[in-house]
């Protein structure tokens, strides 16, 4: 889900706030709509990490930024998480509670890319042994 939310965007260049898309991820019970995970991206990643040219985005409210942008998100058998960013050019792994486990980058300046955080739409699947395939 996404909230459109006004936030200091100094790190990005603005004067002073701007709008960005807000990330919202969450995980309730379907029976009484209990609040079972939640993580924000904007409370953990820099508005400055993201390589979306902002051009005349967050300017308004309807031309909010999205520094994040979810490609997608999967439970492993742990019950941690593995998110990808398109717009971070990451994946996030969090434990259950949402703190961080680890991180992949795909550093794009330099050409050295371990994966293709920036292109997937897919995290892939985890195999039985624990490995993970990444599309």
Not at 3 to 29: M, Y
Not at 76 to 102: A, K, P, Q
Request: glycine share 6%; charged share 30%; with cysteine.
């Amino acid at each position: 889900m996404y909230e459109d939310v006004e936030l200091d965007c100094t790190a990005l260049g603005f004067d002073s706030t701007c709008w960005d898309q807000r990330l919202h991820i969450s995980r309730n019970r379907y029976r009484d709509w209990k609040l079972l995970f939640q993580w924000r991206a904007s409370d953990h990643v820099p508005l400055a990490d993201s390589y979306k040219d902002r051009g005349n985005d967050g300017r308004t409210k309807e031309t909010s930024y999205d520094f994040f942008h979810l490609n997608s998100i999967e439970k492993d058998e742990s019950g941690n998480y593995l998110i990808s960013s398109r717009h971070v050019h990451t994946l996030y792994y969090l434990d259950r509670t949402g703190e961080f486990c680890g991180q992949w980058v795909a550093d794009i300046a330099t050409s050295r890319i371990s994966l293709e955080a920036e292109r997937q739409t897919s995290n892939g699947s985890t195999m039985r042994d624990g490995t993970r395939t990444t599309r």
